[in-house]
């Protein structure tokens, strides 16, 4: 498993299917910021994508048009059959800019998203404010020509002296 945040403004995305299951993927990567294509289920034919997710669709056709998709590069992953997909997704939080993943590597996503759940507990909507804040004034010292190093030590002490994390 190689754990990566894909910037959706430079890719092209696309959703098969039409039931919950493609609903429930369409609104999750709106709220990443992407604007997905939405592909029917009936037997879609494929625009040039970069990644393709297939839910809601028999078997049969999922597994051809994830072969068919593979065949021209495009990164596929099908609703809840790991033996047919590239990549799996995550249970996600979102704060914001602050996004904060748990992955079981497709082994338990019900264990995953209780997980999620008992972090989003003490990560409150509030953080999404602390990062926008911590972000404009890691904006100012790089402006100011600090290195990445001190950077991250700067960031560390305004975030000790926050006392936001216990």
Known sequence: MVPIA???????LAVAGNGALARRRVALLRAAGAEPLTLPAEAPELP????????DLPP????????????????VN?????ALS?????????????LITVSTNGQSPGMAGAIRDRIGAMFGPEWAERVAELGARRQAWRAEGHTLRELALLSADALAQSGWLP
């Open 60 to 75: 049969g056709a999922a597994a051809e048009l994830a072969a068919v998709a593979r065949a021209r590069g495009i990164l």
């Open 86 to 98: 590239d990549f799996h997704n995550t249970a996600e939080l979102r704060r914001g800019d602050l």
């Open 48 to 55: 040039p994508l970069d990644v393709l997710w297939i839910a």
């Open 78 to 82: 099908v609703e809840d059959q790991p």
């Open 6 to 12: 894909l910037n959706p403004s430079r890719l092209r």
